[in-house]
């Protein structure tokens, strides 16, 4: 493949990805789900951005996991923030289900250093 | 002046007609005649309210209609393959809530049915809900609106429903309220310039990522997250006191026409074009032109031919064409509409860098305006430039604006671009610098230069008249110029009904000799008489009815605009609108009147 066809399909692959989620959720890949749905704006996994770190995030639930904990982020990931890592809430997000959301939330938990 | 409009509703009318038929058969529904009143708390009949019929109408989401002085309002036809106990209405007057809805349903005698629905109103003093963004703006001052508008109402409205819940999260912060807000708007004008530059890499494989700081902050997320923190204060969920500032330009024979295109999309811009016509709307974040049966709303996509991803952004008819801008990489498309075939070009600046098209060259009609020569001349966003091709020979060639003192040309943003008409003379807006001038296609020289002293004012997207009259509306401002480009002087800076409105657009009806303003932050179309000085307002059924550009159908007089959110997760609508204004002096019945229910549901 030319570098000019992977440019095209990569660009193709981030239009299809900014436009629609649907296109998204069939790759079952939680990562490309986070992407869709912009999270990458404020997180990442290892580094603090807008907001914390995805291993950050596992690392401060560490103690208690448990489905109520995952339904309260999951929760929190759709409806906004409240200020539990400072004064910056985290803004809503309509445009993510509560199954895409617990999906995450699985996801994010299972986060630790250096992977 | 009166048009027959019969071209437009003859060949829909007749097909929608026969799916009625059918639909009604099969469902044994009667068909329905719609009528009713909005009334207060008190009985007192209500003008000028909204009536949205809901839902699933075929062709239009949604029809909405206006009562009129009595109060009442009337349907245009009938509906067809719905029970009428499945339809509803949603009604909306600024300072009233709508509490309740009466039904009544009749035999008219003839097998069908008349349904009364009828708007019950209470008087609130909240109006948020109905009240357009700019009315949570209308307190502040008129330097803060405009750095609000600028920075933010490029993309979405402001305050947007998501922003105010926001707002809503960081006012619920407990400790300081200040310092909650100081620490939380800028990090969410971080965010937000995240967003904006992910939406404008489309299409641009040499600039595929744009500096995340600088996309609509300019770089001053600081400054604006201050501004913000400062402006939006408290819990957002009460607004009281606005007023439209200008007599409503609606009655009972208003019709406004939503046309939803199934996400996900980016509509961008829409045109209305062709025999019969069609809805044609621009889809900025995929590579299609979506087209619209408006008797029925079946859609048809229309896939841009490159091999570059591009987003379709601009839309200006032609001669039996649809031109068609790239966002922004030089990228120009022209759709053939009888045929459906495509021609391409791709455009460079003098030095081979690429060309940046924002707009192409609009005449009086709103139609694509070429110089004495068949040159197309464009507006170059990217290169502070404007720019010509040649359709024919394919020649091209590209002027760089000159620099104003102290306003550098890489924050230019040049954006609006029209053709007098003697088709020698070009003038154009520069967005970021606030100004605007001229060029001479004949000598290719720059001749005229504006410089406003408000830096914030926001010229933006412009209009001309057969006389040469240049509209440049003020995004920032709020405002609205005259300018004549003979005498090369100003006629005149009106003030809009709201300041905050963020005016995107002027269009000129030459039908009407009135100048049409579609706002992005007021939910509202003014109307602005040239004769009168006076303005109106033409009151949108939708929030965050983000407007851009709006056209008056040649053929129709009716007007053809879209909602256009750019960042998708700010949820605004995505749709193309048709809306007969109501002014049956100048236009007679064009629409289909037999409305089909959506497979009988």
């Not at chain 1, 004064?87 to 199954?99: A, G, K, R, T």
Request: hydrophobic share 40%; with cysteine; net charge negative.
């Amino acid at each position: 493949m030319s570098s000019g066809s992977t440019l095209k399909l990569l660009l193709l692959a981030g239009i299809t990805v900014a436009a629609g989620a649907s296109r998204v959720m069939a790759a079952d890949d939680t990562e490309a789900l986070l992407t869709a749905r912009k999270c990458h704006a404020c997180h990442a996994v290892s580094e603090n951005r807008l907001g914390p770190s995805y291993v950050a995030i596992a690392a401060k639930h560490s103690v208690m996991r448990s489905d109520a904990l995952v339904e309260v982020l999951s929760r929190k990931i759709v409806a906004g923030g409240g200020g539990a890592w400072g004064n910056v809430p985290m803004v809503p997000n309509d445009h993510v289900s509560l199954d895409e959301a617990r999906r995450m939330t699985r996801w994010i938990l299972e986060r630790r250093p250096g992977n | 002046m009166r048009i027959n409009r019969y071209l437009l509703s003859s060949l829909p009318a007749t097909a929608a007609a026969l799916v009625a038929a059918l639909a009604a058969a099969q469902n044994g529904f009667a068909e329905v005649m719609v009528d009713g009143a909005a009334l207060d708390l008190g009985g007192t009949p209500l003008a000028a309210t909204q009536i949205s019929l809901q839902p699933g109408i075929a062709g239009p989401s949604t029809i909405t209609i206006f009562t009129g002085d009595d109060g009442h309002y009337l349907l245009p036809g009938t509906i067809a393959g719905r029970a009428a106990a499945d339809i509803n209405i949603r009604a909306v007057k600024l300072g009233y809530e709508h509490v309740d809805t009466l039904r009544s349903i009749t035999d008219t005698g003839d097998g069908n049915q008349r349904l009364t629905l009828t708007a019950v109103m209470r008087r609130s003093a909240n109006q948020a809900g109905v009240a357009p963004a700019s009315a949570w703006l209308k307190d502040l001052s008129l330097a803060d609106q405009a750095q609000v508008v600028m920075a933010c109402v490029g993309c979405h409205q402001l305050p947007a429903p998501e922003v105010r819940r926001y707002a809503n999260l960081i006012a619920d912060l407990p400790g300081d309220a200040a310092a909650n807000r100081a620490a939380a708007w800028p990090m969410i004008v971080n965010y937000m310039n995240f967003l904006s530059a992910e939406e404008f890499s489309r299409g641009n494989p040499h600039n595929p990522s744009p500096e995340p700081d600088r996309v609509y902050s300019g770089g001053q997320a600081e400054v604006n997250g201050a501004l913000l923190a400062r402006t939006l204060t408290g819990r957002m969920d009460y607004v009281a006191g606005y007023d439209y500032g200008a007599p409503l330009a609606v009655n009972e024979h208003t019709v406004i026409r939503e046309f939803e295109v199934a996400r996900p999309n980016a509509i961008r811009e829409a045109v209305m074009m062709g025999t019969p016509p069609r809805l044609w709307a621009a889809d900025v974040s995929s590579n299609r032109i979506v087209s619209i049966d408006v008797a029925t709303g079946v859609t048809t996509d229309f896939e841009v031919p490159t091999e570059l991803a591009m987003g379709p952004h601009t839309l200006v008819p032609g001669e039996n064409a649809l031109w068609v801008a790239a966002f922004f990489n030089g990228y120009i498309a022209r759709l053939d509409i009888p045929t459906g075939k495509w021609q391409t070009w791709q455009l460079h600046t003098n030095s081979g860098g690429e060309a940046g098209v924002h707009d192409l060259t609009f005449g009086p009609e709103h139609q694509l305006l070429a110089d004495y020569r068949g040159r197309i001349w464009y507006s170059d966003i990217v290169n502070n430039a404007v720019g010509f091709f040649d359709p024919a020979s394919g020649e091209m060639g590209t002027y760089p604006i000159p620099e104003i003192e102290g306003r550098p040309g890489s924050g230019a943003s040049v954006y609006g671009i029209v053709m007098t008409s003697d088709r020698k003379h070009i003038w154009f807006s520069q967005l970021g610098i606030a100004s605007f001038g001229s060029f001479n296609t004949e000598t290719l020289k720059f001749e005229q230069r504006e410089v406003l002293d408000n830096l914030k004012a926001g010229p933006r997207r412009l209009a001309i008249t057969e006389d040469d009259i240049l509209y440049v509306p003020l995004y920032g401002a709020g405002q609205l110029i005259a300018y004549d480009t003979k005498a090369r002087r100003t006629i005149a800076v009106h003030d809009l009904p709201d300041r905050a409105s963020a005016p995107y657009a002027v269009t000129w009806d030459p039908l009407r000799k009135v100048v049409w303003i579609p706002t992005s932050n007021a939910n509202a179309i003014y109307r602005f008489d040239p004769a009168t000085k006076d303005f109106s307002v033409l009151p949108l059924p939708r929030e965050g009815a983000f407007l851009r550009m709006l056209q008056v159908h040649p053929q129709t007089g009716l007007l053809v605009t879209s909602y256009a959110n750019i960042v998708e997760t700010v949820h605004g609508p995505r749709m193309a609108l048709i809306i007969d204004p109501g002014d049956q002096d100048v236009l007679a019945g064009t629409m289909p009147t037999r409305h089909t229910a959506i497979n009988g549901n």
